[in-house]
Nanobody, 124 residues
Framework: QVQLVESGGGLVQAGGSLRLSCAAS????????MGWFRQAPGKEREFVAA????????YYADSVKGRFTISRDNAKNTVYLQMNSLKPEDTAVYYC?????????????????WGQGTQVTVSS
């Protein structure tokens, strides 16, 4: 069993930055690839970024490529999402998720564990 707790959300002006953190419980964190997803009001959940178990491979949605960076620290059981050049359309609840295995995936249904989410609001 893995429990995920996100933090770092908040209100920021367009063009600003935030760093989200996702702390995982359990001793098998390094066995999991991790992903970030988001869901805006009235919209479906969408993939944001994923990272392999080792951190050696990362994947991004086209909408955030070049602005967001996913990383992980297996010694701290934590995955991060650095978000720069934020836009109002980035406003959403952001969720981290874990999937057992080497590689991350953009398919939310593949993930085994989910956090409770953290709100990110970008004002124009």
């Amino acid at each position: 069993q893995v429990q995920l707790v996100e933090s770092g959300g908040g209100l920021v002006q367009a063009g600003g930055s935030l760093r989200l953190s996702c702390a995982a419980s359990g001793r098998t964190f390094s066995s999991y690839a991790m992903g970030w997803f988001r869901q805006a009001p009235g919209k479906e959940r969408e993939f944001v970024a994923a990272i392999s178990w080792s951190g050696g491979s990362t994947y991004y949605a086209d909408s955030v490529k070049g602005r967001f960076t996913i990383s992980r620290d297996n010694a701290k059981n934590t995955v991060y999402l650095q978000m720069n050049s934020l836009k109002p359309e980035d406003t959403a609840v952001y969720y981290c998720a874990g999937v057992r295995g080497v590689a991350g995936t953009a398919l939310g249904d593949e993930y085994d564990y989910w956090g409770q989410g953290t709100q990110v609001t970008v004002s124009s």
